[in-house]
């Protein structure tokens, strides 16, 4: 979620609210742009993306040290 939101250049609680209120169903207008239905989901699935890509590094990292350790 960090990588995403300094990406998007938004602190990472708005993005989390932001996520939040897509996945409530209460995303509101921005600067007077209906939000769709396609771009709630568009952006759900880039939050989903950016903390499954955080869980693989971690992942990957307890793996690499795992195997050090051994």
Not at 23 to 39: F, H, I, M, W, Y
């Given at each position: 979620m960090?990588?995403?939101?300094r990406?998007?250049?938004?602190?990472?609680?708005t993005?989390?609210?932001w996520v939040?209120?897509?996945?409530?169903?209460?995303?509101?207008?921005?600067?007077?742009?209906?939000?769709?239905?396609?771009?709630?989901?568009?952006?759900?699935?880039?939050?989903?993306?950016?903390?499954?890509k955080?869980?693989?590094?971690?992942?990957?990292?307890?793996?690499?040290f795992?195997?050090?350790?051994?």
């Amino acid at each position: 979620m960090a990588a995403v939101s300094r990406n998007l250049s938004v602190s990472e609680q708005t993005l989390y609210n932001w996520v939040k209120a897509a996945r409530d169903g209460q995303l509101s207008e921005a600067k007077g742009n209906v939000v769709t239905p396609e771009q709630m989901e568009l952006s759900r699935l880039r939050a989903e993306n950016a903390r499954l890509k955080m869980e693989r590094d971690i992942l990957k990292k307890a793996a690499y040290f795992a195997k050090e350790s051994m």
